[in-house]
């Protein structure tokens, strides 16, 4: 970008997720002071970082940033690297016990000598913004209200702003991922889309892509999906975030999704760019669910178009 000018629109078959993650946190920031008002206080989101990971350290700095932005509370914590288990989880009963505190995340990944899913499991369900403990993955199952992870709910909304109703669509999520693949599938189960998992084991994975009007790339895997695999008219949703190895005297390589984006580009009806699609939405989703986990903590119904 170049001078003053404002930033050229997307061309229609981008899906600018950036633009609409803005929006989102615009509405989620134009609900707060009615809560402020009925609760006494503002809807409060905690961050915890084991460890001194810079990547991790980067998303937890633009999380606080853009809490702080929507006019909530965060607090961020850091524990060093070499942590124990209990120091972990007793950090996370205390902000379980924090009445100013509606959310928590536990970044990941965890350092290595730690059990995430134990860690996890000990949140509060009513204070999990980011859907992992069992008892939200256990209500997400059954259909019943509750925390659902950030970046495939954020996917859903991409799919039903371009898509509307989602029904009867044929849909393929590629990656049984615990954070995207799981719950992403389960969501489109529930807005009565045909979906199939696949993964590293899944035979045939071209032919099944080519069948589906809605694709889901979440496996971590450099334009690992190609253009020849999707059908015509098709809405490619790339949850991958890679970084290539630089360029001859570059200091830093290029971004990339999980899909051949050029390609793929070529013949789907719409498709997320990399970055600015997917990653935006996992942190409006986040506020959004701290915001809802708020509303439900102190008793009042679930703030509308959220
Ligand atoms: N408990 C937990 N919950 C998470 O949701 C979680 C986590 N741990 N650990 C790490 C991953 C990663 N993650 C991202 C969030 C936003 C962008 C994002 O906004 N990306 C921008 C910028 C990309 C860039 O320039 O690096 C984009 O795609 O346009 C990316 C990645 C959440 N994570």
């Not at 606080?64 to 124990?84: I, N, Q, V």
């Not at 013949?267 to 699609?277: E, M």
């Amino acid at each position: 970008m170049t001078g003053n000018a404002a930033p050229a629109p997307a061309p229609p078959h981008v899906i600018d997720g950036k633009a609409f993650a803005a929006a989102l946190r615009q509405r989620i920031a134009d609900a707060v002071p009615a809560f402020a008002e009925a609760a006494g206080r503002a809807p409060g989101l905690a961050v915890v970082l084991v460890g001194d990971d810079p990547a991790s350290a980067v998303y937890v700095a633009s999380k606080g940033k853009a809490t702080r932005a929507a006019g909530m509370e965060s607090f961020e914590h850091r524990l060093p690297a070499d942590a124990t288990q209990a120091e972990v989880e007793a950090l996370l009963a205390q902000l379980n016990a924090d009445e100013a505190v509606d959310g928590i995340l536990l970044q990941l990944p965890l350092p290595g000598h730690l059990d995430e899913q134990a860690a996890v499991a000990t949140i509060d369900p009513d204070k999990d913004v980011d859907g992992l403990t069992p008892v939200s993955a256990g209500r997400l199952a059954l259909g019943i209200p509750g925390m659902v992870p950030c970046t495939p709910y954020g996917c859903l909304l991409l799919l039903q702003d371009r898509l509307g109703d989602l029904s009867g669509k044929d849909a393929v999520v590629i990656g049984r991922s615990i954070l995207v693949g799981k719950p992403m599938a389960a969501l489109l189960l529930g807005a009565n889309c045909t979906v199939t998992m696949a993964h590293s084991r899944t035979t045939d994975l071209p032919e099944r892509v080519r069948r589906a009007d809605i694709v889901v790339a979440a496996v971590g895997r450099p334009e690992m999906v190609k253009g020849e695999w999707i059908k015509p008219g098709a809405v490619v949703i790339d949850v991958g975030i890679n970084r290539l190895p630089p360029a001859e005297g570059a200091a830093k390589g290029r971004l990339v999704g999980d899909v051949a984006y050029d390609e793929a580009a070529a013949v789907a009806a719409a498709i997320t760019p990399v970055p600015g699609g997917v990653g935006p939405m996992t942190i409006a989703c986040l506020l959004r669910n701290t915001l809802v986990a708020a509303h439900r903590r102190a008793g009042l119904a679930d703030p509308e178009g959220l």
